[in-house]
């Protein structure tokens, strides 16, 4: 597609499931992120995802957090036995994944944990 | 890792007035992007600039990668400015490749 996709665009669950969240990011783009932005606040670095290459899973705030990347493409980020401060949007955004390449973000996932 | 700083934090402006934007970091960056989040939350790409300066319309950045500051100017601002506007650099220990947001300025243009 034309720019990064983000499915679904809202979620609402109740606490303790498991939700996945998906990104399809630009054909092409090999660099792959995720973030988190909980109301009024700034942007959190989640995971980060460049080619075969190992992904930098520092930003993971606990273990029930998981991602991956299937292909070089699409990911999938999983939240188990979801908590109420899980509530955020969660962004995806993709780049060409040289260190000068810019970063496009998709419209988001808002997640609601009731 | 590297500190992004943001200023101001909020700013109010009437509608035609000008305002800058001042993004601080604390390492070198090889990358450093402007974005304007709508009100509807969608994050949109303004600017790629981890050095010199552009125009774009209304809208003009300079960086300055030397002392470690980036500048986003908005003239004749409108009421479609409002929102938040973050700065992002690259954090060189990933090889500028991970993204590292501002707190972001929040502005409104009243009519």
């Known amino acids: 597609g034309a720019g990064v996709s983000q499915s679904p665009s809202n979620k609402v669950t109740e606490k303790g499931k498991d939700v996945e969240l998906r990104c399809d990011p630009i054909?092409?783009?090999?660099?792959l992120y995720w973030y988190r932005q909980s109301l009024g606040q700034g942007l959190e670095f989640l995971i980060y995802?460049?080619?075969?290459?190992?992904?930098?899973k520092s930003g993971l705030p606990s273990d029930r957090f998981s991602a991956e990347r299937t292909g070089g493409s699409v990911s999938t980020l999983t939240i188990q036995r979801t908590q109420q401060e899980d509530s955020a949007v969660y962004l995806c955004?993709?780049?060409?994944?040289?260190?000068?390449?810019?970063?496009?973000f998709g419209q988001g996932t808002r997640l609601t944990v009731v | 890792g590297i500190q992004v700083e943001q200023s101001p934090p909020d700013l109010i402006l009437q509608e035609g007035a000008n305002s800058t934007l001042r993004c601080n970091f604390s390492?070198?960056?090889?990358?450093l992007q402007w974005f304007h989040q709508n009100p509807w939350g969608q994050l949109i790409n303004l600017f790629y600039?981890?050095?010199g300066t552009k125009q774009n319309g209304r809208l003009s950045a300079t960086t300055v990668a030397t002392e470690r500051y980036s500048l986003l100017y908005i003239s004749s601002s409108q009421t479609t400015d409002s929102g938040v506007y973050f700065c992002a650099v690259g954090e060189r220990r990933t090889g500028f490749q991970k993204l590292v947001f501002g707190t972001g300025t929040r502005l409104l243009v009243s009519p």
């Open positions: 995802f460049q080619g075969n290459s190992a992904p930098d």
């Open positions: 054909s092409g783009h090999t660099a």
């Open positions: 955004a993709s780049s060409l994944g040289s260190a000068y390449t810019e970063a496009f």
């Open positions: 390492d070198s960056v090889n990358n």
């Open positions: 600039i981890p050095s």
